[in-house]
Nanobody
C-alpha cells in the first residue's frame, strides 16, 4: 500500500505558475500509474493529467493541455504537476492518485490510492 501527500498549492495571480508535488511513502511510484485530479467548489472531481509508471506516456485533459506538465522525479519519489499560464477556472483542490493496476485511466475509479489534496487558488 502507498500513502500519498500533495504539496505546493497556494494563491497565485492569473498567468502565474505553480508546481504541485505528490510524494509517496510506503512504496515507490515505479509500481503505479499516477494521476492528478481536481475539484472546484460545487463541481465534481475531474481528471487533469496522468503518467505511466515508467514516465514514458502521459495524458492531459483538454482544458490544461499545453499549460500543465506531469512528470516523475524518481530521485525524490514524487510525481509533480507544473502548472503554467494559470487561469481563475483552474481554482480547485488538486489531488494525486495512484493505480497499482497500471490502467493509465482518466476516471476516478481507475485509481485506488488518493492523497488529501492541496488548494490552488488563481485570482483574476
Amino acid at each position: 500500500q502507498v500513502q500519498l501527500a500533495e504539496s505546493g498549492g497556494g494563491l497565485v495571480q492569473a498567468g502565474g505558475s505553480l508546481r504541485l508535488s505528490c510524494a509517496a511513502s510506503g512504496r515507490t511510484f515505479r509500481n503505479y500509474d499516477t494521476g492528478w485530479f481536481r475539484q472546484a467548489p460545487g463541481k465534481e472531481r475531474e481528471f487533469v493529467a496522468t503518467i505511466r509508471w515508467s514516465g514514458g506516456t502521459t495524458y492531459y485533459a483538454d482544458s490544461v493541455k499545453g499549460r500543465f506538465t506531469i512528470f516523475k522525479d524518481n530521485a525524490k519519489n514524487t510525481v509533480d504537476l507544473q502548472m503554467n499560464s494559470l487561469k481563475p477556472e483552474d481554482t480547485a483542490v488538486y489531488y494525486c492518485a495512484a493505480d497499482p493496476w497500471l490502467r493509465l485511466g482518466v476516471t476516478e475509479n481507475a485509481y485506488e490510492y488518493w492523497g488529501q489534496g492541496t488548494q490552488v487558488t488563481v485570482s483574476s
